[in-house]
């Protein structure tokens, strides 16, 4: 089974501040995703890749970047946390886009202060 | 792409069968129908997926009706680890293949 790890698996952060969150999966999927999930809702796609050294916008980029450095490795930086940006984060990573099943990772719980 | 709507919350003894029902009434000929579920401090697991009429594997059992507008996820013999969100999706193959979108789900309680 296809194996996401997260990491830091929470963090506080101040606002203002620079937070990393970072993924790497082990299955040499292609796509992997990062969604931002809020208390009581669904997840909401951020950024996502489809190959190495490149990028794509979600729904909801604002405030986010990301960065794709190799195959297994997939980042989410947010350069000036704010309040809004507390939630669970959550990287998933697929062979290919659409219809092939998305394997998430355990979660990165973000509290913004 | 298509949206869903799911009932917002179940709930369940142990030992039932679970049907969870999702609308999607606007779905096109190329998206197919995911199921995922969350249980608490996890990411979602993928369930079971299908593009029409019955799909089976060893964890639940997918309906699909014939205008493909409504499917029923089956759970046999809930269990209290059954207890957690259960997301439908429905996702183009197309050129937007990375659009998958989870909505709120229906918030499964399983009671002993």
């Known amino acids: 089974e296809a194996a996401v790890t997260q990491s830091p698996r929470s963090k506080v952060a101040v606002t203002g501040g620079k937070v990393t969150l970072s993924c790497h999966q082990t299955n040499n999927h292609d796509y992997m995703y990062w969604y931002r999930q809020d208390t009581g809702h669904g997840l909401r796609l951020i950024h996502y890749s489809y190959v190495a050294d490149s990028t794509e916008k979600g729904d909801i980029p604002d405030g986010y970047k990301a960065s794709r450095p190799s195959q297994e490795n997939f980042s989410l930086i947010l350069e000036l946390a704010s309040l809004s940006q507390t939630a669970v984060y959550f990287c998933?990573?697929?062979?290919?886009?659409?219809?092939?099943?998305?394997?998430f990772g355990p979660g990165t719980r973000l509290l913004v202060l | 792409l298509a949206k869903t709507t799911q009932p917002p919350s179940m709930e369940a003894y142990e030992g039932q069968e679970v049907n969870v029902s999702c609308s999607h009434t606007n779905i096109a000929t190329s998206e197919y129908i995911y199921w995922y579920r969350q249980v608490p401090h996890q990411g979602p697991q993928f369930i079971i997926q299908g593009y029409k009429d019955y799909v089976v594997n060893e964890v639940a059992s997918l309906f699909i009706s014939a205008d493909r507008k409504l499917s029923t996820l089956s759970l046999p013999w809930v269990s209290l680890r059954d207890a957690a969100v259960y997301y439908c999706i429905v996702t183009d193959i197309g050129t937007n293949a990375y659009k998958v979108i989870f909505g709120k789900g229906t918030h499964l309680h399983v009671l002993p």
């Open positions: 998933a990573s697929s062979v290919s886009g659409g219809q092939d099943t998305q394997y």
